[in-house]
Structures are given as structure tokens and as C-alpha cells.
């Protein structure tokens, strides 16, 4: 698991290989810290994210809660379609902004 | 220690024949199920899981038990029962549920509970209260029966003092018993039900109204589960791209294919998982 940091008005987070029990706990540490050094809102591109797990939903949650207690948000962009799948099947489009692109998902900062 | 491996089979009719691929996939790897969790259709696969069986014997009961004979007089009872020509009332079902006893008795007989080489539960619905009753002991044929019964399709089965139905009612993809029961590692493996783009009949629009409840309830309780659970969940959700009726048990090569394929994108994952020590 790898994450790239593309600094903007709104920092685009890169994450690539797995999100799982194995990774979990450093992506939920990694997310935090950016939140937590003055990047409340985030733009997670999760477009090269290959699988994902219950662990993996819990921590992008966890990162979730910390954008917003910190007064920001954290939007998702291009989830694959089995990613998207189980995005949707825990309910995750209900409470998280999920964007088709990066480029949509930074746009909607400006709403 | 060894991670404590379940699998969970929710409900779904025939699709639930999806597990015998998710159960081919695991054997292929060597990879052993320490308890057998399911529901309604699933609870058929689960309990054949159980009991040890190889997935030729689970596939038989399969064919045998998905011939449309199990629902003979439901079109014709239907009727009467709308037009008020035929008494109904909570202990009724459209369908004689004779043949489906038969076929379930001939599959498994007079075993029970005690005869599975790994523990085994099976989520039912109290009728009048709504709440899921699990069970882990008795007659696999009864258990089995009454998480099969669909609303008004199949009568409820009577166990002791309660009148069951489908396990789907309450609880269709029981993730919460393999929880309770202290699994650190959930594969589990649902199905949305089918919904309509045309309807033009009664039974139709009840259909598919039926089936937007259940998938709701689906997506809510797993949502829950999902964000309660402190080991690693794992769906396992085989996607069809034709539409599956309840009897098309000729497409079951096909489900059981569309189960192994869904099962073997975890595979990798639930080996580097259970290689870890818990």
C-alpha cells in the first residue's frame, strides 16, 4: 500500500495496492496525520486501490470522522467497481461523498 | 493462535448454490472452515458444509430440491386466497409444503445438529415477534424447513412453542452469529434479490417490492455489522450478469462458477490474514 501526496487548494491523496487488516492501521495513521497538519479537507483517489476489506472501510470511517471533527471533509474519488460495490453494500454512499473523478471531487469544495 | 474462520451463507435461493463454489475455492487452498453459519436458502449450504460434505452431494440436493414441483399449486391458491374463496391466515401457505419435506428429509435424513463435524447455526424468524431465533441443536431437516419457509409462500414450521419462518425476515445475512460466536475471520456471502423494470401482475409488484425490503435490510445489517465487528469481515458477493429465476437449476454450473470466481478474489487476501498470528 502506497499513498501520494498531490498538494493543491485541496490535497489529493493517492492511495494504491490494498486496504485491509494488513494496512489499515498505517493508512488511518497517514490520513490523520495530513488532516491533523492543517489539510482538513481531503480528496482520497482511490482509483488504483486493487482491494479492500471491512478493516479498509473502517479506517477510511475513521478518517471520515477526523476530517470532519477538524472541520473539513473527506471526499473519495474513482472507487473500481468492486470497491464501489462494497462501498455501496456498507452504506458508505450514504454518509461520504463519493466522487466519479478527482476532478469532481475536488470541485465539489466549492459548492 | 490459529484465526477462527467462519463462513456465512444469507439468504437467496438457488444463488445460495454460490457457496458450493466459495467452498471449492477453499478446499483447492487448503483452507479450513471452523464454524458454518446461514439462513433461509443459505442454510441448506450451510448446514451441508457442516456436515462435511463434498460440494457433488451438496450440488445433488441442489437440483433435486429446485424443481418447480416444491411450489405446485401456488398460482391457483393465490387466487382463491385474494378473491377470499380459500381461508388464510398466519399459519397458512399457498404452497403444500409436502414435496420440500420430502426432498430435505431425503437429503438429510434424520441428522442432526450433533452430526456436524464443525458448529452449526441457523437463523429463523419468529413469526409473531418478528426476532431471529438461532439454532444450533435439533433436526437439521426442521431447522432447515423453517429458515426456508417464505412468507405465505411456505407455512410456518412449528418448533417447541414458536411458530418460525424464514430466517430472511429477520436477519438475511446472519454476519451478527459468527460474531457472537467468536470468529476472528467472517467470509460471508449475500445476495441482492432480483427487482423488476416492468410488472403486470398482483404477484409481480408484490415481488418486487419484497425484494426491495430485503435488500435494504441486507444493506443496513451488513453496513452494521461492518462498522461493529473488531476482526475482519469478508464479503464475498458474487455478481450475475442474466437474470436467475428460483428454478433455474440449469444455470447452476454458471452460479457455482460466478461463486468460485467472487471467492477467489479473497482468496489471496484471507491467506496472507489467516498466515498472521491473532
Known amino acids: ?111 | 493462535m490459529k484465526k477462527r474462520l467462519s463462513i456465512v451463507i444469507g439468504s437467496g435461493s438457488i444463488l445460495c448454490a454460490a457457496s458450493l463454489g466459495l467452498m471449492r475455492a477453499l478446499k483447492r487452498e487448503g483452507i479450513q472452515v471452523d464454524m458454518s453459519v446461514g439462513c433461509s436458502g443459505g442454510s441448506l449450504y450451510a448446514a451441508s458444509i457442516a456436515l462435511g460434505w463434498d460440494t457433488e452431494t451438496a450440488q445433488s440436493l441442489t437440483v433435486d430440491l429446485y424443481k418447480t414441483d416444491i411450489v405446485e399449486g401456488y398460482t391457483h391458491n393465490l387466487r382463491a386466497a385474494m378473491a377470499g374463496e380459500a381461508r388464510f391466515t398466519e399459519a397458512s401457505g399457498l404452497v403444500d409444503d409436502k414435496v420440500m419435506l420430502d426432498r430435505l428429509a431425503a437429503a438429510f435424513g434424520e441428522k442432526t445438529f450433533d452430526d456436524t463435524i464443525m458448529p452449526l447455526y441457523v437463523v429463523v424468524t419468529e413469526l409473531y415477534s418478528g426476532e431471529a431465533v438461532v439454532f444450533s441443536s435439533g433436526k437439521i431437516v426442521d431447522v432447515t424447513r423453517a429458515s426456508s419457509a417464505i412468507p405465505m409462500v411456505f407455512p410456518p414450521v412449528k418448533i417447541g412453542d414458536k411458530l418460525l419462518v424464514d430466517g430472511a425476515v429477520s436477519n438475511p445475512l446472519p454476519i451478527d452469529v459468527a460474531i457472537k460466536e467468536g470468529s476472528d475471520v467472517i467470509l460471508a456471502m449475500g445476495f441482492e434479490l432480483p427487482t423488476r423494470k416492468r410488472m403486470n401482475s398482483y404477484a409481480a409488484v408484490t415481488s418486487h417490492f419484497n425484494n426491495l425490503y430485503m435488500n435494504n435490510i441486507l444493506k443496513s445489517s451488513f453496513a452494521f455489522y461492518n462498522a461493529a465487528h473488531h476482526a475482519e469481515l469478508i464479503p464475498v458477493l458474487p455478481a450475475f450478469d442474466r437474470p436467475i429465476g428460483g428454478f433455474d437449476h440449469h444455470q447452476l454450473p454458471y452460479i457455482i462458477e460466478q461463486g468460485e470466481r467472487a471467492a477467489a478474489e479473497q482468496i489471496p487476501y484471507l491467506k496472507r490474514l489467516l498466515a498472521e498470528s491473532s
Open chain 1, 1 to 111: 500500500m502506497e499513498i501520494t501526496i498531490t498538494p493543491g487548494k485541496i490535497d489529493v491523496l493517492a492511495v494504491s495496492g490494498t486496504i485491509d487488516a494488513l494496512t489499515a492501521a498505517e493508512i488511518t495513521a497517514s490520513f490523520n496525520k495530513h488532516i491533523h497538519d492543517g489539510h482538513p479537507d481531503v480528496v482520497a483517489d482511490f482509483s488504483n486501490v486493487e482491494f479492500m476489506s471491512s478493516a479498509g472501510l473502517r479506517a477510511i470511517l475513521a478518517s471520515v470522522k477526523e476530517a470532519r471533527a477538524a472541520g473539513g471533509d473527506f471526499r473519495l474519488a474513482c472507487p473500481q467497481p468492486a470497491i464501489d460495490k462494497l462501498l455501496k453494500m456498507a452504506g458508505f454512499h450514504n454518509i461520504v461523498k463519493i466522487f466519479p473523478t478527482v476532478q469532481d471531487a475536488l470541485a465539489s469544495f466549492g459548492d
